[in-house]
């Protein structure tokens, strides 16, 4: 034993030394945790994410970049222009290589975004790029899109982690070596344990990456994960925690709590086919019956956004309709009668505690229910179960899930979604937002989507997930708010 | 013992082939559908129903279990819908993490249950009995995920002396790779070592009251002798018998440690692909898994015939 530690003393004082003259300077790697492996690092062939965190913007980039605002601005593509909405002409920034040296040109472009319609290759998102009829390349960094038709979301849709762009030589080995243009390098993926990633010395951007080396460490227990942070084993936690661990954190000295916004609305969606909630005022009762308010402050311990709509607070768009159906239960109760229910009615919520925010959150809302005379019995499914039963299925009632993407407003627009809401009225009114350029007629439909979103309640939006970021003092460059599922680690760094 | 060879291997074989039916069947039986899982809240169902015709999932399942079985015949356990590795690199890849923490853990429950409970037994009704039977009621009442927790707590965070969880690999040497496995190894251990220490204490017990014992004691033999010799060695075969089966609960119960401790080991894998509905590896890892516990037993049956020659397998 005492060999032992004179050997490890020896060898930290041999250590000490070599590493000296870098002592001086701050450190230039970070381990950060997150819960999840990803299910392979195939950004076209996963919409995990966990994949999203540890390759998107990290590794993989796209043509248009949402920035940390949830703003689009120009990345891969330093500029585009169109004189119709129907014909894109985007010009790449030149100098830009993929991590195997190769210059990335337009051709690579025409070639992922071809591969992407392409059936066979089964891209989970085929109708990002259902309107593209048409690539021309111009020559090696102008390239054209031209659309069916028109296409108010098409940037947008360049700018998701589905469209990123990446070598057509890597293209086989994307799911567990996907190589790109962005500010890290996979080096390593140990399965199971952790991801490092190194530093893209010719990254595009002038003087970024500024870290050398990100290790992402999956911890899929949350007490584990604050162990481990206490422990100086991580330096940052960026999606392992819960509410419940904020506030202790916060008292803590050595590490700073980022509270920030999400895209995540966490809804308890009505299945809008089946009785009694076919009925408008069923589903309007069941809104009034609820405090949101009391659900935030016991789910979530407060962190977070009451919801009064699909619209989350980081989209341009959103109004707060917060307001527009408030805790009543005296009106739930006298729309309940209305509605043929004078006794209320038994209905079964379904949560998957995978994610532990819905069983929380269904717990206090079976209260708010029973006030009004609905008995709600909680059934805990397990998540692949929920995905085929709940999910593909509609075969539910009640339930309680968080919807993470961004701008997916379209859902209620397709009334074979879960939530089988079927009005004509939205649908067309959602039709023309898609095809609507002009930034204030489509301002206009968005407020008129919102409203009449909440008028028919085909879900009661609760709350918006917080982002909760714990950190290391002495951290800087981590993004507050998440408009997008990523990590970008780019501009992170050690104070000096 | 030939006979005896033969029919022990024929029950090898028929056990993997029970399980393996019956982990196909409840896996695909089981709700819940990996081309779904794989797409998520957001992609759409036609991608989805794409996917699970191209991992040929639609086919009938004894068809599929038909095809599984020709390739595992030939050593081709399939490739990992998750990882996209071959599913036996992949348990080949855990095993340097379950293994040595499997057999840390059963040395630490030997080393500790085997005299404790020998002490019991000899004590029996006195203070030190009942103070041992205390520990070990405490070991049997305490989760062993509750008490990776506190370990973290006391050694990680407080004293700062291992990792809190993680593992460093064997490639930095012997030391490191043991000491990311020590606190776990010890969580696990301790509920086994618990059970243990009663099953040693009531057979030590049995034998001490036999009259071989007695007869020992009227000659003179010294008392260290009449444990060692005489008791213990009698007494072993009941305890290897309950060590077997701890041998096999340990690996299952590396299950929630590895998560508690994130170390990538076989219990892990086999979570994560129940849940992502990764049935190449869910097949896999558990007839591994059951052949290593078939193994257990078999050396547990030779090592009656070692620890008593009276036995004999004919």
């Known amino acids: ?496 | 013992m030939r006979r005896y060879l033969v029919r022990r291997l024929a029950a090898f074989v028929a056990t993997l082939f029970f399980v393996s039916v019956l982990v196909f069947v409840v896996v695909r039986v089981l709700p819940g559908d990996p081309a779904l899982l794989i797409m998520g809240t957001e992609g759409s169902p036609e991608v989805a129903a794409r996917l699970r015709e191209a991992m040929g999932l639609n086919r009938a399942i004894p068809v599929q279990y038909a095809d599984w079985l020709w390739r595992a015949l030939r050593g081709d356990l399939g490739v990992s819908i998750q990882y996209d590795v071959p599913v036996a690199r992949l348990i080949v890849s855990r095993l340097p993490v379950t293994l040595p923490l499997t057999l840390l853990a059963a040395c630490l429950m030997s080393v500790t249950a085997l005299p404790l409970g020998l002490y019991a037994a000899t004590r029996h009704r006195r203070a030190g009995d009942y103070v041992a039977m205390v520990f070990s009621q405490i070991g049997i009442a305490i989760p062993s995920f509750w008490a990776g927790l506190l370990l973290i707590l006391l050694f990680s965070v407080r004293l700062g002396w291992v990792q809190s969880g993680g593992f460093e690999g064997w490639s930095g040497g012997l030391w490191p790779g043991i000491r990311s496995l020590l606190l776990p190894a010890i969580a696990l251990g301790l509920f086994q070592a618990a059970v243990l220490v009663r099953a040693t204490r009531s057979a030590v017990l049995d034998v001490l009251r036999e009259e071989y014992v007695r007869t020992a004691r009227a000659k003179g033999v010294s008392e260290a002798l009449v444990l060692g010799k005489h008791t213990l060695r009698n007494a072993l075969v009941p305890i290897v018998t309950v060590a077997g089966i701890q041998l096999g609960q340990l690996m299952a119960g590396s299950i929630i440690l590895e998560s508690v401790f994130a170390l990538p080991g076989l219990g892990r894998l086999a979570l994560g692909a129940i849940t992502a509905r990764d049935l190449p590896v869910v097949q896999g890892v558990t007839l591994f898994v059951a052949a290593c516990i078939v193994l257990i037993n078999f050396a547990v049956d030779i090592a009656y015939v070692i620890l008593d020659p009276r036995i004999r397998y004919d």
Request: zero cysteines.
């Open chain 1, 1 to 496: 034993m005492r060999l032992v530690r004179t050997l490890g003393l020896s060898a930290a004082l041999v250590l000490g030394l070599l590493l000296s003259p870098a002592a001086a300077q701050a450190p230039r790697s970070v381990v950060v945790q997150t819960v999840t492996e990803p299910p392979g690092l195939d950004l076209t062939a996963t919409p995990a994410s966990a994949t999203a965190a540890v390759v998107f913007y990290n590794i993989q980039e796209a043509l248009v970049k949402v920035d940390r605002h949830g703003k689009l601005v120009p990345w891969l593509a330093e500029r585009w222009h169109t004189t119709d909405n129907r014909n894109y002409t985007f010009f790449l920034k030149r100098g830009v290589r993929f991590h195997n040296g190769r210059e990335m040109t337009a051709a690579d472009v025409k070639y992922v975004f071809e591969r992407a319609m392409n059936p066979e290759t089964k891209h989970p998102y085929p109708g990002y790029y259902a309107a593209i009829s048409d690539i021309i390349v111009r020559d090696d960094y102008t390239i054209t899109f031209s659309l069916k038709s028109l296409n108010a979301n098409f940037l947008l849709n360049l700018a998701r982690q589905g469209s990123v762009i990446y070598p057509r030589e890597a293209v086989d080995a994307l799911k567990s070596e996907p190589m790109g243009t962005g500010p890290f390098k996979l080096a390593e993926w140990v399965r199971g344990d952790r991801i490092v990633l190194t530093r893209n010395p010719d990254y595009h951007v002038k003087g970024l990456p500024m870290l050398d080396r990100v290790v992402f460490r999956f911890i899929p227990d949350p007490n584990a994960t604050l162990a481990a942070l206490k422990a100086g084993d991580v330096d940052a936690s960026l999606f392992g925690l819960g509410p419940e661990h904020v506030q202790e954190l916060q008292k803590d000295a050595r590490f700073q709590v980022i509270v920030g916004d999400t895209t995540n609305d966490v809804i308890l969606a009505t299945n809008n086919s089946r009785k009694p909630y076919a009925d408008v005022g069923v589903r309007r009762a069941i809104t009034y019956a609820i405090d949101k308010q009391d659900v935030l402050k016991g789910a979530m311990f407060g962190l977070g956004k009451i919801l009064g709509s699909n619209v989350d607070p980081l989209n341009p768009y959103y109004i707060d309709v917060s307001g527009l159906m408030p805790y009543d239960p005296a009106k739930a109760k006298k729309l309940l009668v209305e509605a043929g229910y004078p006794n209320g009615f038994e209905t079964v919520l379904k949560v998957a505690p995978q994610y532990y925010y819905t069983v929380r959150t269904g717990e206090i809302i079976v209260n708010h229910l029973a006030k009004v005379g609905v008995k709600v019995k909680i059934e805990q499914i397990e998540w692949g179960q929920w995905i085929s039963r709940v999910w593909r299925d509609a075969d539910y009632d009640l339930t309680i899930i968080g919807h993470a993407e961004a701008w997916d407003i379209a859902n209620y627009a397709n009334p074979k979604y879960y939530f089988r809401y079927d009005s004509a009225e939205f649908q067309n009114l959602f039709n023309a937002s898609e095809v609507t350029l002009d930034d204030k007629a489509r301002r206009e439909l968005y407020v008129k989507m919102q409203r009449k979103l909440v008028e028919d309640a085909p879900a009661v939006w609760l709350y918006m997930h917080p982002r909760l970021v714990v950190a290391k003092k002495g951290i800087q460059g981590i993004w507050k708010d998440l408009p997008v599922p990523s990590a970008d680690l780019s501009e992170v760094a050690w104070a000096k």
